[in-house]
């Protein structure tokens, strides 16, 4: 059974870092599409960044292009998002997500991606 678990969030001022971690068990991230979505409080579900079949292209939401990079460790087993330039608006529930039969025009819906971690929350306060 594939299993994501994510960690890495936290309480952080207006232009702080953080790192989010997602680690997978009972497969790896290779060969198919992986990617961080959040969820603002009252809100859907909303597409930041996805890394297409490793070794493929990464893909982001405009809202954070620039300031947020998604990558993994060697072992494909990790993925992470580096935060910089934290905004208020970056607050909310990020949940990583892998999609074994993802295709590239589908990597930004929800829908794309089969398995999905518990979340963790970042909010970014002054």
Do not use: H
């Not at 989010?20 to 930041?48: H, I, M, Y």
């Not at 493929?56 to 939401?61: F, K």
């Not at 990020?94 to 039969?101: F, K, S, T, V, W």
Request: glycine share 8%; charged share 20%; hydrophobic share 35%.
């Amino acid at each position: 059974q594939v299993q994501l678990v994510e960690s890495g969030g936290g309480l952080v001022r207006p232009g702080d870092s953080l790192r989010l971690s997602c680690t997978v068990s009972g497969a790896t991230f290779s060969n198919v599409a992986v990617a961080w979505f959040r969820q603002p409080a009252g809100k859907d579900r909303e597409f930041v960044a996805s890394l297409f079949r490793y070794p493929g292209r990464t893909y982001y939401d405009d809202s954070v292009k620039g300031r947020f990079t998604i990558s993994t460790d060697s072992a494909k087993r990790t993925v992470f998002l580096q935060m910089n330039s934290l905004k208020a608006e970056d607050t909310a529930v990020y949940y990583c997500a892998r999609g074994q039969r993802a295709i590239l025009s589908s990597i930004r819906f929800p829908t794309a991606y089969d398995q999905w971690g518990q979340g963790t929350q970042v909010t970014v306060s002054s």
